[in-house]
């Protein structure tokens, strides 16, 4: 069973919500292993209602960023057999964005102090559409 098929007791709304708590100015950080599980639970219920995802990483290095991509993607029931070409062209911090529809990214440089992961859910119902998070960068490794 994947990730994305796996059973959760929270209700559409619940799951906005905890997402919404995690989209903010000042970053809110995963205080237990109950609020990381509830919170794989919220993105995974979203994102297996819209019809597809922009994936926005911010890491320390390309090696970290990509690691933390596969993860998602592995999370969210994408295929993860892509090769990254840019990885040792890039230097220093990353700015990653992967489109899950296109199933393409566009690797930078990045200069801002930010980590994690943001999720920008694209559907046809208003109520799922908009961006999410930062979340960690580990939030589904080892899921």
């Given at each position: ?7 959760t007791n929270l209700t ?7 997402l919404k708590e995690y ?121």
């Amino acid at each position: 069973m994947s990730a994305q098929q796996q059973s959760t007791n929270l209700t559409v709304e619940e799951a906005l919500k905890i997402l919404k708590e995690y989209s903010c100015v000042q970053l809110k950080t995963v205080e237990s292993q109950a609020d990381r599980e509830q919170l794989r639970q919220a993105l995974l219920l979203v994102t297996s209602l819209s019809e597809y995802e922009n994936l926005g990483i911010c890491a320390d290095n390309a090696k970290e960023g990509f690691a933390a991509l596969s993860s998602y993607l592995q999370a969210l029931g994408y295929d993860t057999n892509f090769e990254p070409t840019s990885i040792a062209e890039t230097q220093g911090a990353i700015y990653l964005k992967f489109n899950t529809q296109k199933m393409s990214y566009y690797l930078d440089s990045y200069t801002g102090s930010y980590r994690g992961v943001l999720v920008s859910c694209q559907s046809e119902n208003d109520t799922l559409v908009g961006t999410y998070g930062h979340f960690p960068l580990d939030l589904f490794s080892n899921y």
